[in-house]
DNA sequence: CTCAAGTCTGTAACTTGTTCTAGATTAGCG
DNA sequence: CGCTAATCTAGAACAAGTTACAGACTTGAG
């Protein structure tokens, strides 16, 4: 997970001041508290600039576009996720159980601010690839999220497989559920479906499961 | 599969006159071509309104936004897949393998016009509430082509949520192959791997496969 | 402390999706 | 044919993302 670890705060090319650090979080602030409100059409860049009490030219320098700003957002929330479930690691006995459980408990967080949520996923899905690296780093937190939900330390292809599958499904069903396409009962029976690709591919599987 | 039938074509609302189904083609057909050259952005509404030779407002009060534009398309060149796909069913013996070849070789046609393929997916997953009947229509074309190559007449509860969590894989990996986050051969192995689930969830499962 | 380089601010301008309006055309009906 | 309602056109206007720019402020080197 070092790579992870690197990627916690910026890839540190021109380490920040303090003021400039800041400056950051308080844009991010306004930025979740926008979204929060009114989803991903609240969050406009005048907006965020007058919250943040920057101006527009600095937003901007800062998060070269609406989109990667709500994708930085993204990954400033995943982060807490990730120190929140580290500290109550699921409890079922099989790894697809507890990555099941674990996606879940993150959708009913994610339930709590769904204006948010609807505005951070729809960035991350719409996302060009002028912001490959950084959904890239989001993709990063979740796989090490989920990996850490199956107590994998060293996944076989295979299991990385999987793990990018259930990433893809846990995506797109969210978006599913926000546009209103899919019920919450909905959701739980797929990503319970698609966790049982971890038994599948677990290295084992062929021999000790008998 | 009557519901689809019934969607074949507009749910006829006012029946369209001759000249109004010839532009709303016009515009259809314009949209997937500056689609193909330039991808979303391409898709400017009034080039678009141009090239079909119609005013800006008529294009508006066919398609309500450029996101319904789009997803209008994307129904288009999936119904044109659709009846491709039927003249050659796949041939593999496992429906998951009908499966896996069928995606592919839908994958394999939209490598052809990526630029489309990439506005298409993309006004797909950035849908809101608002399109949600339209972007149902596309799901269902969908879930039909998946269910034909299975060959799954009566698809159980538990046939129909791997089918959804093959779609969402389908999208969403189409989405990071085109944002350049993931090559082919991962996308295949990824298609490969959730298919496997249709195996699990076979009605006989249990029995038959001793 | 002083100066040059880099940042930040405030503001205007530009782009493209969307809405609105007034007048021309078309379609269907008597 | 002649009329009326619906539709279409051309073009202006508005909204929000993005860019550009001139001048003020910070920062770090000497």
């Given at each position: 997970m070092t790579a992870v670890d690197r990627a916690d705060h910026r890839p540190a090319s021109?380490?920040?001041?303090?003021r400039q650090e800041?400056?950051?979080?308080r844009i991010l602030n306004a930025s979740a508290?926008?979204?929060?409100?009114?989803?991903?059409d609240a969050?406009?860049?005048?907006?965020?600039a007058e919250a943040a009490g920057v101006a527009l030219g600095t937003l901007y320098r800062y998060f070269p576009s609406k989109i990667h700003l709500l994708v930085a957002t993204m990954?400033?929330?995943l982060q807490h996720m990730h120190t929140t479930?580290?500290?109550?690691?699921p409890a079922g006995a099989d790894p697809a159980q507890r990555v099941a459980e674990t996606l879940m408990r993150a959708f009913r967080a994610l339930q709590r601010e769904p204006q948010l949520a609807d505005a951070m996923v729809r960035a991350l899905t719409f996302a060009d690839r002028s912001v490959s690296p950084e959904v890239d780093t989001v993709s990063r937190l979740t796989t090490a999220i989920i990996l850490d939900a199956m107590g994998a330390e060293h996944p076989t292809p295979g299991q990385l497989s999987a793990v990018r599958v259930i990433e893809h499904t846990?995506?797109?069903a969210l978006i599913t559920w926000l546009s209103g396409r899919a019920s919450i009962a909905q959701v739980k029976i797929d990503i319970e479906t698609v966790c049982r690709l971890i038994d599948l591919t677990a290295p084992e599987a062929s021999?000790?499961?008998?």
């Open positions: 021109p380490p920040l001041t303090e800041a400056r950051r979080r508290q926008l979204a929060a409100r009114g989803g991903f969050v406009q860049m005048r907006e965020v990954q400033d929330q479930l580290r500290k109550r690691p846990w995506h797109s021999e000790a499961r008998a």
